[in-house]
């Protein structure tokens, strides 16, 4: 569990020492040419084990893959992005594609510690169609996309603290112009709050309809002048595509 793709393929190097193993990942995928050089060598039959991050999923074809396993999924189950089940159902239905061809049968073992879970047995039920339809449902409940309208105001800076202060100084701001069902939420440390070495919070804001939330952003920018303005970076995402 939460081990990366090296510490992997360092564990299957010594449960496997008669097989090759690779990794294909952002790392081993850098120099040009790279990730077609192993993509020629599994087609090849040069390697038994395949170690990959999910760009190796997606429109490749692997004939003698017949078993995949899938690592940790419980982070795409209970993820602060609401969309996290919707990327992790692509991705079982990604790899089912890629486990056995033809007359090959095919085998997906998923790696959870809630095997029971709503969307989960959904999923191995009803294939996308019917976690679609129960996710869609929860989104409706939840007043999320595409049932409203999002846009994501993102600081970041080397204070931990400056970010925080930044976005809770916008909302006093534009407090006034708040008129239900606007909402703004927050502000919070983002999901993955430190990153390359600066830290980083976010205030999300819902609007009921794209005219609501283009009305309320047009009130509320641009943001010179707010507290701490100059010591962020800070970026607006309407129709963010994640929350991290």
Not at 6 to 18: K, S, V
């Amino acid at each position: 569990m939460g081990q990366g793709t090296e510490r992997i393929e360092e564990t299957l190097a010594q449960w496997f020492p008669r097989s090759s193993v690779v990794r294909i990942d952002r790392d081993t995928t850098r120099r040009r040419g790279a990730l077609g050089d192993r993509l020629r060598e599994i087609r090849e039959g040069q390697h038994q084990i395949l170690i990959g991050t999910q760009m190796l999923s997606k429109g490749h074809d692997f004939p003698g893959v017949t078993l995949v396993g899938i690592l940790d999924i419980d982070q795409g189950l209970y993820s602060t992005d609401f969309r996290a089940p919707e990327r992790l159902a692509q991705l079982v239905i990604q790899v089912t594609g890629r486990a056995g061809r033809a007359d090959r049968p095919g085998t997906v073992y998923l790696q959870t510690h809630l095997p029971d879970h709503p969307l989960l047995q959904y999923l191995l039920r009803s294939d996308y169609p019917g976690f679609a339809t129960l996710a869609m449902e929860e989104r409706r409940l939840a007043c999320l996309p595409p049932y409203r309208n999002l846009a994501v105001l993102r600081a970041e800076s080397n204070d931990r603290e400056g970010p925080i202060r930044f976005l809770e100084s916008v909302r006093e701001a534009v407090g006034r112009h708040i008129q239900p069902p606007t909402q703004v939420l927050g502000p919070v440390p983002a999901p993955m709050e430190r990153r390359a070495g600066r830290y980083r919070a976010q205030l999300l804001i819902v609007g009921e309809t794209r005219g609501q939330l283009q009305r309320f952003l047009d009130c509320c920018l641009p943001l010179d002048g707010i507290p701490g303005e100059r010591r962020v970076r800070w970026s607006l995402d309407v129709d963010p595509v994640d929350l991290t």
